[in-house]
T-cell receptor, first 112, second 114 residues
Framework: QKEVEQNSGPLSVPEGAIASLNCTYSDRGSQSFFWYRQYSGKSPELIMFIYSNGDKEDGRFTAQLNKASQYVSLLIRDSQPSDSATYLCAVTPSGANSKLTFGKGITLSVRP | DAMVIQNPRYQVTQFGKPVTLSCSQTLNHNVMYWYQQKSSQAPKLLFHYYDKDFNNEADTPDNFQSRRPNTSFCFLDIRSPGLGDAAMYLC?????????????FGPGTRLLVL
């Protein structure tokens, strides 16, 4: 069973702080890694994707990938109350297909 | 705007009464997916279509079926809904089936089984 694990949370940070969301995966051959944001009662919305080891930055968001440690993280700088949501880590497994395996998500709350 | 549309947004059905959920897309994507997401759980892939090729997940119950009559539309049929089938059903699309392809989600249909 190929698994994606996220810290159980919830995570609470003050407005303006850095939120760090972590994810580990069991399939060493995993190819691509995605972070989705899901507001309560809504569908997942893509925040970032990363394919290669290292950091990838997009505005206030930075994705970090370490394939040797089978670890991917999402940093949110200058957190805003509007960032309060559940963040889902998703992974495409080894093999040439786009099937996603999702983690259960971690709920972030940004306190004003 | 190109998008993924799901209808209805909320569906109430009775135990054992067949129900069909609809998904359409204007992205002209080749792949369409159906996920089931229960409260506080990860989305779980039920099946997907690559063009007309149907790909069922091994653990998807036979009670769930799907049809894709053309590129734009895909349907999820639940033949005999049980109380455990109450969930959010998410449709997603991707341009192609490669492992670097991004999936775009529709707004979801929340199913309630009475």
């Amino acid at each position: 069973q190929k698994e994606v694990e996220q810290n159980s949370g919830p995570l609470s940070v003050p407005e303006g702080a850095i939120a760090s969301l972590n994810c580990t995966y069991s399939d060493r051959g995993s190819q691509s890694f995605f972070w989705y944001r899901q507001y309560s009662g809504k569908s997942p919305e893509l925040i970032m994707f990363i394919y290669s080891n290292g950091d990838k930055e997009d505005g206030r968001f930075t994705a970090q990938l370490n394939k040797a440690s089978q670890y991917v993280s999402l940093l949110i700088r200058d957190s805003q109350p509007s960032d309060s949501a559940t963040y889902l880590c998703a992974v495409t497994p080894s093999g040439a297909n786009s099937k996603l395996t999702f983690g259960k998500g971690i709920t972030l709350s940004v306190r004003p | 705007d190109a998008m993924v549309i799901q209808n209805p947004r909320y569906q109430v059905t009775q135990f054992g009464k067949p129900v069909t959920l609809s998904c359409s897309q204007t992205l002209n994507h080749n792949v369409m997916y159906w996920y089931q997401q229960k409260s506080s759980q990860a989305p779980k892939l039920l099946f997907h279509y690559y063009d007309k090729d149907f790909n069922n997940e091994a653990d998807t119950p036979d009670n769930f079926q799907s049809r894709r009559p053309n590129t734009s539309f895909c349907f999820l049929d639940i033949r005999s809904p049980g109380l455990g089938d109450a969930a959010m059903y998410l449709c997603a699309t991707s341009r192609d089936p490669g492992n670097q392809e991004t999936q775009y989600f529709g707004p979801g249909t929340r199913l309630l089984v009475l």
